[in-house]
């Protein structure tokens, strides 16, 4: 089966809405004030079944230059157009803004349907081909069909039938590897089903029951019936104009122009980097900030537009710029955009997405060269770009999926070339970093483990918090990854939770040692009932900070062990208390702040925190005033513990 979307083309009146109906049997305008007054004013939708598989949907814009708006939302997802233009009149105002836009939209394909053709001379034809044909010239239309019909008489519906067949056969099917998107054109509701919006589904495919979330505003929802072409089907894919009645989300808090997607695979932005073309008969060159309606898929938001090169861009040219939008919008590089003047509404350019989450702009080589690879780099190229740009908090599949315009398939594989060759690093689970950012991670952090030994010589090492911490916070998986790659390295050592360069060693003077030795006799002595570091120094006669601070070292020695806050137990003395403590339990069971002062024969003062500690170390659990043994955790059922 192939699905084709055929939108038609051209000014006002030329017949565009009458050869649909001629064609398929379907009118397609279906508002009441459209029927009363016989003007297209919004977008309507027919499809016709050409055999062998074939089905094309058809998507009828108005023609009035009111309306163009409308019918930008129309022909967003079409894959060929018919350029409609009447034989009486010929090429008219909006003959030439449909065509810039199908031109700006990149629409592969198409032909030009030459309507009311029972209203002209064959003489007067010819002539409106010649002037067709030099309208055309340089387009993509350059060079494909010009056929001649006539909705009244029959003549020519056979002949524009089967080019549409040709050309509905040769467009390429759209890849499966790709997000589902499906830029919404109508909502509405129906009686006993609820909501309903209806759109050309941009990419991917989607499937009955599944959760799907409506962007910008991130309302999740449940696919409760697909429609395409008026079948009720349990799939659609890309191509296929669709209805999809969801299940979950009030009419009101969905419009045209949102976006129906999976749940965390696009990120709503108001700032949009991109090439920008103006066409060259736009009235007048692009200003910087110059305010104009932006147009993707079938959103219309104002934006202002920031030239990223000259001072301004000529009819004609082309630059890279960063739209700032009024309302978010969510979209994916390669997308291509449309601008139109604020007043008077006209179409003057428009061009392809390049970064979908860029930071504000500033003009630099950087950004230049950066947003050339964007725009013609290799995948490889476009996905390292972007690794670089996020620098040290590195990426998660998901967030590359967000801005870069590949499928999960395409993705995998040039992650998987990028860090076969050392471009980038996996550190966890599908999230990856920049080798560059690595290696600049990993000289900040010898230096700052580097200064810090300069500072602190007597300290075994940073702790990784600190660290981390200057490292700018990043996160605790990337930067566990980093030190063990530098680890690896050979460059530095972690024990427990301190970090310190594999050069660094604690070096003590004799005059140090023999301090710290006296110190650590005291604590050993003092037993159970410790002296408080105050105490100790004005006991041995150590007033000077820095001989204080050689307490430390004993802490980080772990010959002394913190109790509770400002209180330290020699560690030999405490493992004894210790398992004396465990042994009474063994035997009694259970253990009172009154047998612990006098097994140890100490008072409450040391007891309480001690049996505090024996908690905080998970031997022991209180029960009431007791302690019992804490006994291995063994699943429960019902799971309680
Ligand atoms: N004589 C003649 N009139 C036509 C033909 N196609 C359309 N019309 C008339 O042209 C007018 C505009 O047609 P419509 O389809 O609404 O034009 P649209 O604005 O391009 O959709 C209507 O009055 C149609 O009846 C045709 O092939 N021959
Ligand atoms: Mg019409």
């Known amino acids: 089966m192939r699905h084709v979307v ?88 909006q003959t030439r803004e449909h065509l810039a836009i199908c031109q700006l939209l990149h629409v592969k394909s198409g032909l030009v349907v030459l309507t009311k053709a029972d209203l002209a001379e064959p003489e007067w034809l010819e002539l409106v081909q010649e002037d067709v044909r030099s309208v055309l010239r340089g387009t993509f239309l350059e060079g494909r069909a010009i056929v001649p019909v006539s909705a009244k008489t029959g003549e020519g519906l056979e002949a524009l039938r089967a080019e549409l067949a040709a050309l509905g056969r040769a467009v390429p099917p759209r890849g499966t590897d790709a997000t ?38 991130g309302r999740e929802a449940k696919v409760r019936g697909l429609q395409t072409h008026g079948q009720t089907v349990s799939l659609a894919v890309a191509g296929q104009r669709t209805a999809v009645n969801l299940q979950g989300v009030e009419r009101a808090a969905l419009e045209r122009g949102d976006v129906l997607s999976l749940p965390g695979l696009l990120r709503p932005t108001f700032m949009l980097d991109a090439t920008c073309e103006l066409l060259g008969d736009a009235p ?18 104002m934006a202002r537009v ?40 006209v179409t003057i350019g428009g061009g392809t997405l390049l970064d979908v989450a860029p930071v504000k702009a500033r003009r630099s080589a950087t950004l230049g060269a950066r947003l050339q690879v964007l725009e013609r780099g290799t995948p490889e190229a476009v996905v390292e770009a972007e690794l670089r740009h996020v620098g040290p908090g590195g990426a998660r599949t998901a967030d590359l999926r967000a801005r870069t315009p590949f499928g999960p398939e395409a993705l995998r594989g040039v992650l998987a070339d990028l860090t076969a060759r050392g471009r980038a690093l996996l550190v966890d689970r599908e999230w ?23 500072r602190e010589p007597l300290k075994p090492g940073m702790s990784k918090e600190e660290l981390r911490t200057r490292l700018g916070g990043i996160d605790e998986r990337v930067f566990l990854h980093l030190l063990d790659r530098v680890a690896a390295a050979g460059l530095i050592s972690v024990e427990k939770d301190k970090v310190r360069l594999k050069t660094h060693q604690v070096r003590l003077d004799d005059r140090q040692r023999t301090l710290v030795d006296r110190l650590e006799t005291e604590f050993r002595e003092a ?26 070292v004993l802490v980080d020695e772990r010959r ?27 035997e009694q069971r259970a253990i009172t702040p009154q047998d612990v002062k006098d097994l140890l024969g100490i008072s409450r003062k040391y007891a309480i925190p001690f049996m505090e500690y024996l908690d905080a170390q998970r031997l022991t659990v209180r029960q009431g005033d007791k302690r019992v043994l804490r006994e291995a955790p063994r699943p429960a059922p019902g799971g309680r513990d």
């Open 6 to 93: 055929v939108g038609t083309a051209g000014h006002i009146d030329h017949g565009k809405s009458t050869l649909v109906r001629a064609l398929t049997g379907i009118d397609p305008d279906r508002l009441k004030e459209e029927k009363e007054r016989g003007i297209t004013i919004d977008i309507g939708f027919a499809h016709l079944d050409l055999g062998d598989g074939l089905t094309l949907g058809i998507v009828d814009v108005p023609g009035h230059e009111r309306f163009v708006k409308n019918m930008l939302a129309g022909v967003g997802g079409i894959d060929l157009v018919m350029l409609v233009i009447a034989a009486d009149e010929g090429v008219m105002p």
């Open 180 to 217: 589902f998107r499906l830029p919404i054109d109508r909502v509405f509701t129906i009686r006993g089903f609820g909501t309903v919006v209806t759109g050309t589904v941009a990419a991917g495919q989607v499937v009955l029951e599944e959760r799907v979330l409506v962007y910008p505003r």
């Open 284 to 301: 007048a060159p692009l200003k910087p900030r110059q305010r104009v309606r932006f147009h993707v898929g079938t959103s219309e938001i």
């Open 306 to 345: 920031h030239l990223l090169e000259g001072a301004t861009l000529e009819p004609g040219s082309r630059g890279y710029v960063q739209l700032r939008l009024e309302t978010p919008v969510v979209a994916l590089p390669r997308d291509r955009y449309v601008i139109r003047s604020y007043s008077p509404m």
């Open 432 to 454: 990856y970093v920049h080798a560059a950012a690595a290696d600049r991670l990993r000289d900040t952090a010898l230096a700052a483990l580097t200064a810090f030994h300069a």
């Open 527 to 552: 037993g159970v009932t410790p002296p408080s570091f105050d105490e100790a120094f004005a006991k041995l006669g150590i007033a000077r900070a820095e001989d204080q601070a050689l307490a430390q």
């Open 560 to 586: 002394l062990v913190r109790v509770k806050e400002g209180l330290y137990f020699h560690a030999e003395p405490l493992q004894a208390a210790e398992s004396r403590v465990l042994a009474f339990l063994r």
